[in-house]
């Protein structure tokens, strides 16, 4: 069994190698070693969860490194499959997750948000109304985009007077489609239709609006705490397929309601 977990947000003291990646490379070894062979199902989520003594979203980034390596693929409501084994000189390689990401974003990103109430310009404040408007509409066009997500948080980052910080907070950005693991899971919350919550933005520049730091930090952490729900909904195997048996349960009962 891995040690304890510590709670989410802690940071390992001195780069010590984080839980998902020491179960990755139990993983790692169990492939390599022959315990498994490619077409095999890999343990459901919640035993290697029970097995490991890691948390359920310890393991899906662990599932997430070794899907980006290209030795498991990980299938909608049906689990993990073994796709190739690792060779010889094969090692277990790690980046930032889309998980971290986002809790270095929920602690930046809010003491941003109430250092922006106290600068920011009347004329950003309009600009943020726009870019919420523009989110309402992309969302109702097929497809996922964060154009306007990602120009409503560098706004805010521009409103900080803060080089720094503003550079920080584009860097994460940056995170999102170069680290590999952070775009795996994106592209799974978009092919699940996660789109940006245009309410939870209204509350962020609402508080803005009112000048009020206390209240745009708060804000702005519940809305990246919600988007760290979302994304775990869109990696949770339970989840995925209660909605696909809700959603064929639907389409069965309205099937029946046709032919009367």
Known sequence: MIAA????????????ERLYQKLARHLFEDLAGGRYAVGDRLPAERELSIQHGVSRPAVREA??????????EVRLGSGAYVRALPGARDRPDFTVTAFELMEARLLVEGEAAALAAVH????????????????????????VTTDADQAFHLLIATATRNAVIHSQIAQMWRLRSTSPDCALLLAKARTANIQPV???????????????????RAAMRAHLASVIDHLLFTTEEDAIE???????????????????
């Open 5 to 16: 977990e510590k709670p989410r947000g802690a940071v390992p003291a001195g780069g010590a």
């Open 63 to 72: 599932m997430i490194a070794l899907e980006v390596q290209g030795l498991i």
């Open 120 to 143: 920011i310009r009347d004329d950003e404040l309009d600009e943020l109304d726009r870019l919420v408007e523009q989110m309402a509409d992309e969302n109702r066009l097929p497809g």
């Open 198 to 216: 245009v309410a939870e933005h209204s509350v962020v520049v609402d508080a803005l609006r009112a000048r009020d730091p206390a209240g745009a």
């Open 242 to 260: 209660l909605a696909r048996r809700s959603i064929a349960s639907t389409r069965a009962r309205y099937g029946r309601a046709a032919t009367l």
